[in-house]
């Protein structure tokens, strides 16, 4: 097994119970989660050690989540403490044809974004692990921890270490979508990678290519090779989502490696919480990748991991390697005792 | 935007909450409802100024009532306070192939069933707003309450307001099914009123009318013109309802005017809370007549609202208008960051 | 061990959890109890067969009562059901300076209130036990019933029982305090009592009785002893409770019999939930007379057992005779492993 | 009506609430079941006389467990106290593609699996009842209470009862699916049989018999006849279960008695909670067999009682007959008023 | 009664139930408050009709905030909507000998604190109202939001309107107690204030006043007067707070007018929330100003409502003007009926 | 700061809310706890480096376990993953009067107490750290685990290590309190014990000392240096505990060493949970020792620890050192903001 980190930040959050809004009820569950922290954690489920390059707060939420980060299995060695907030998000659950809503607050000024970060602290983290995690959302931040996470990854670069980065664009954090604004950062995360998760709108819109097919999927597979050969990227992965008016979503999973797409059969699922499952889908290619898994298993089992983290309340996938190997066959399994 | 009313009881609405029953539990949550609270809070939310005309004792649950109408926007300054009780009714949620239960406590007993009306607060009532709601429950519970209610639809015509009147039969209110007694109490109301929320049903049971066409859809469209000539009603309007195996239902709604039919297409959805989910639609045709929008637009609003209604915790509609508009479409939207 | 039933209505007993009020809060916990129910459950838990005469509606808030009673190890084979309704209260909690607020619904209407009741029913509950608990509660509610409990009372004096009447007198049923009104019935039922639980104020009250002396206690053994002798009962018991400031009651029992006055020592204790502890007073000094233990035995038994009623969540005691007898020494226990 | 008994375990269910894990959350709520349990509550909502012969500890879980079996509406006058524990287990629900999972505690040691039989009691229960139910779990513990049900059964059938055998294999009780171990025991119980509960898994790998047909459902005809023959059982019933992706099952009943074979028709409905609808099954046969009902409608009646049993809260049914007989037909209701 | 204003934030508060850790637990119940939004809250209580003067985000935060305004009878008329957050903070609730914690998020950037306030809106407010309040934590917070403070206040006195300040100093908010920081813009709304809160620490740190005398309650009668003079206010009121180590507080409240000082009794009490007890004080004072209430009574109400306020659940007071005088005595009282 | 570890079982602990018992409610929340893990997680909260030597099933209630170890800082990498159950006990909140009351489930067949207790790790664990805990419940459990816990606490003086022994001597362990069986074991880890955790009971009944002294101050003043001398004890402590009325407790802790006694002053608090409150003494003595603090403020320290444990949910401290030391002061702080 490997050693893996992720730069990211730890957000909080807290979700209306059931399907009630918050202007319905008066009740809250909280959990701390972020794109790198869920992908940790499933690493972590899958037997790497797992470490979190972030800063918390000294104060009882920051200690709150990083008793969570423990309970998850990270290791908290890396995590800076000091600045002031923790970033936040209020989840309204929708259910059926109501979709639903996040909530965030004021999380420019959290401790993870006006860190001094500091580089001698990265090159130990670089060192450490064969493998370190960033995401586009911190790049739609602050110049800050913008240059923070460009100077980290270049730091594993250069300690030979693998760099995995999610493209993840949030057209909000943008802006409302500036895409020219976005473009430079991201073509520069581009070039350090090594693993790249993103489909045909990321490299239409954020990457401001062009294609010349039509469809969704032509326009992936006429795109995806482009970008690979571009930015001399080894593996590309990413999903195409369809959202059913039942509660059950479509999804197919691709990875492109060798010049070669390979796609996981289409599953159709009922869905109990969405968020987080692009991450678990990433987390099971990192893990295809550090095992050596031929792609198309590797893929598969992203799916289905992808799968099974719409099936559990929270952010984090939780499954383990077992459970997603499981579920990776089309039998639906009765109660386990 | 305009300014309306609805007279009507504040029901206590005490729930089983997720799918147990009164003998498994030991658990309820507690809300505030009826068909007037619903229909005046969606038009509040739609923008109008509402109140409701009602009688709530003056005690902590008269309190708890009141405070619950403020936060649902609805205005208070019509309210009464006398009498001793609020009626009650318990929700048991079924599931599936178990239907709901619902229970009610005496509610005959309750302040607004057993007040003494004061004309003269009707006539400012009725001056003060451009239309009013009614309720075919409100005609089953006594002399005291339908008389006050006749009275008052009479002094909203006189001001010239419109009068809403949603036939609402419920076979267990009067006697288990006796149309007979009922029927020269909807024919006063469907005298007095512009908008008529009724369908086939009504008119075969309790006014008693004969169709001589086959399939509801057919005697429908055979008895909804000749109720609104015999009753001189602009706008008729209503659903049909289907319910599916799987936690779903399937609804048409159509509208009736300018002497010809408008129907929603029929959409099938996942249903969380059922109850209430009418009055949606009553409120989406309220605020396309007080809108003035064409009726095809008006009805799948008004459809579009009540799949909302049926999305929601509670009785009560929640959905902004921006929100039922987006609904209109076939597209379900991914999470809303 | 001895057959023992009593005569009241069910109530449910709707609390606001914690320390909020109806009008903060949006949850209840539920349970069923009410005078006859308290007693009869401590009966049970002492060892004796414990039955119910009541009425209870076919529908599922019945069904739930009925559970709930078999829960409490009451048998229920001389339950009624018929009627629509069960009577309701609900309990918003007081926190040291802010006392607690009981409101209720329209229990006249309930199934008990209601009910027409069978003699042949009566006069088989007769037979079938040794002592019926009767309480002034009922006598409140209307004529219906009233003479009910009185056929009732008469039938198990003729069967050779013994009538327990517990005087219970709450001003704000009758008119805010008409003690005219309520005299005769009391009367009625002390003729026909062996063992009542009351204090000076009933007598001073209720009855009407004068006393020269001045105090609450000396009134009280000045008062009891007339009581006692005027109407030829056997054993009279009742508590006096001090409320402080600090979530503390103090409480002192009494019992008088064979011409003589008994009392508990003084016992100040926190208190978590004060409804029905006066019922496990009662119960405590019921079994007593059943066990035919001294009377000063028992009168610190049942100021014990009434003790740890107010410990306890809900109206109904909990507590075996074990550790009621526990109770009785000084000494407070640490956690029992 | 007649006088039914079960012999069995009586489990505390501990369940995570909703769809999380016990690594996510830090709440349960809890009951008590067991296979007898559940055939004892729901043939005593079908109007029988159920008692529990079964064993629990002197203590606050025995105390909560037998409060539970009272409210359940089973008579615990054969309930004998004694030993030490109660045996539990833990239930996390999966959702859609993710399995449920059960966790037991260390059962042996249970008051049930270790308590000395006394057979005075066995031939009391023996004469007291019609029917006696057992189950192939029980068979799975130890010597002990093996021995004690087969003395049981043997008792039932001195006395002219009714022997009912649910086979019930669980693999994980047998050392990962012994079947020779286990195969002796199940035959005796077999011998003993009026009515059992199996279907063609049983006859072919508990006991070791073999087909030479292909498919579930003609090694089912060809096999329960033998079954019926060999052991000159009455009547064997069983079920067919699918399950489906987006939280639905697919059922099908069958019975077959006086040599011929009666199919439900095949249901598929929405699941909320899949324990103990085998036990709901099995208790509408039983049902139908005390009642005398045609073999068609019995096992119609039986698999429609299995199909609400997925559609409530917790194992034990709740279901009265009428509201079996509603979902035998395919209309499913609206809320009920 | 009159009508009145506050201008203030208003923050969400987020409460770990029952007495956890935020590192422990994982839920949270939420509700909105702030120091204008409770002294509005408990005058609407007192009859005056109470608005708030606000900014707050057009959101899901925002809507539920408004909401919860209406819920308290507080008009939202004059609330602005706008910028992108709430202020927030986290409540930890302490235990006898553990204190209670709070932890703030980034409020710097809430709406309330960024808006950029229309004048024009002021002059408005400041007709509408006869008395607005202000409070020192609104004056902690930055250059805008002070100046806004400061120019409302001054368009109040030109209205005629009277000027209500809290000092309400809190160190964490100026820089770990920088008084020097605080101190003019503390004069410049003394020189504005009609009626003030204030203790002899405000004087002493604060405003730098010096004091040749000893002891608390010498220094309060030594520097009130002198801060009334120099700034010309009418009425100066506070109290004195004592934490005892069993989960009661004693406080003590003065109030100082026309050249006099009144001291209400002290009072000894079990507090179950503590925060916010301070507005309910305020309210207090402000409602006998408004009421024209002798001073000495004025001030005994406004300690009977800070010691309601400590023992109920939440930052807001919600005690009725009769639940006030109720609690001015010294009995307290049994379960009201 | 040092390395520690403590030997020990994992037990979950499952807790009615509030104030309810098992027969009254259907809900529990569950933690994991332990004399060893309290310990270990107090001394991680005060910065040493702690581990647990325990066995935990490979299952999902292991897994919950070591989520919640890591969840409170303990490092697991010592816990050895093996046998099939996980020791629980069940725990109903007492009130005043009345005794909590804790039931456990059948804790000798758990992990813990069944595993094959490998030599090699205990060498690999000895070396590893400075101080092993062991606690006299574990000494209670069978010859398998006693035999283990012996071995390593021989294995850690072999490494020069101290080995902590906490007496805890619970009667209902050892067959209703049979000393003699007990005593030899007891006596064995006393001689290998460095610091002892204790008072005058432990030396009269679990080793049969006899004093000649009266009362229970004098009687530990006259036992304890016997003990210490005869086993060549450096550090012994403990505590004497009063059980108030009223919800407090008053605690006094004493510490042994250098030939001295040194008490900590008696503190009187409030009681919110008791369980944990010894390991939580225990702890802030071993830290004390670690940190070589002179023993009278080692003993303070301890007490307040012990103190504040009283204050929080759950049996495990969560006090920083910070915080015991601001609890050493007699002053209660108000909000902490």
Redesign the interface.
């Known amino acids: 097994m490997s050693k893996t980190a992720a730069f990211g930040e730890v957000m909080m959050r807290?979700e209306v119970p059931?399907?009630?809004?918050?202007?319905?009820?008066?009740?809250?569950?909280?959990?701390f989660s972020g794109s790198g922290v869920n992908v940790m954690s499933a690493l972590a489920r899958y037997g790497h050690e797992s470490y979190l390059v972030t800063t918390l707060p000294d104060?009882?939420?920051g200690?709150?989540a990083l008793?969570?980060l423990?309970?998850?299995?990270i290791r908290t060695s890396l995590v800076h403490r000091g600045g002031?907030?923790?970033g936040?998000y209020?989840l309204?659950h929708?259910?059926?044809?109501?979709?639903?809503?996040?909530?965030?607050?004021?999380r420019?000024?959290?401790s993870f974004n006006t860190a001094a970060y500091d580089d001698s602290l990265f090159g130990k983290a670089a060192q450490q692990v064969e493998l370190m995690h960033f995401c586009g959302i911190t790049l739609a931040m602050n110049d800050n921890v913008r240059g923070a996470m460009k100077r980290l990854a270049r730091e594993v670069k250069r300690s030979g270490g693998q760099v995995v980065f999610d493209c993840n664009y949030?057209p909000?954090l943008w802006g409302d979508g500036d895409y020219d604004q976005a473009r430079p950062h991201y073509e520069e995360m581009l070039e350090l990678a090594d693993i790249v998760l993103m489909n045909e709108r990321d490299a239409l819109l954020t990457l401001g290519m062009e294609s010349s097919v039509q469809g969704r999927m032509a326009q992936l597979q006429d795109l995806v090779p482009r970008v690979a050969k571009q930015y001399r990227i080894q593996t590309i992965a990413g999903t195409h989502?369809q959202?059913?008016?039942?509660?059950?979503h479509s999804l197919t999973g691709y990875v492109y490696g060798n010049d070669a797409f390979y796609f996981a059969r289409e599953r159709?699922?009922?869905?109990?919480d969405?968020?987080g499952a692009g991450d678990a889908f990433a987390s099971g290619i990192i893990h295809g990748v550090l095992q050596e898994t031929p792609l198309p298993q590797a893929v598969e089992f992203a799916a289905a991991a992808a799968?099974?983290a719409?099936?559990?309340?929270?952010d984090t996938p939780?499954?383990s390697s077992n459970?997603v190997l499981k579920?990776m066959t089309d039998h639906?399994?009765?109660?386990?005792?």
Chains 1, 2, 3, 4, 5, 6 share one sequence.
């Not at 423990?70 to 299995?73: F, S």
């Not at 929708?94 to 004021?106: E, H, I, L, N, Q």
């Open positions: 807290l059931g399907y009630g809004t918050l202007s319905q009820d008066n009740q809250l569950k909280y959990s104060n009882p939420l200690e709150a008793s969570y423990r309970k998850l299995d002031k907030y923790v936040m209020f309204e929708g259910f059926g044809a109501r979709p639903s809503r996040v909530t965030y607050t004021d420019l000024g959290s949030r909000s989502r959202i059913n008016g039942d509660n059950t159709t699922f009922s869905v109990y969405r968020v799968m099974l719409h099936t559990v309340s929270g939780i499954a459970e579920a639906i399994g009765d109660v386990e005792r």
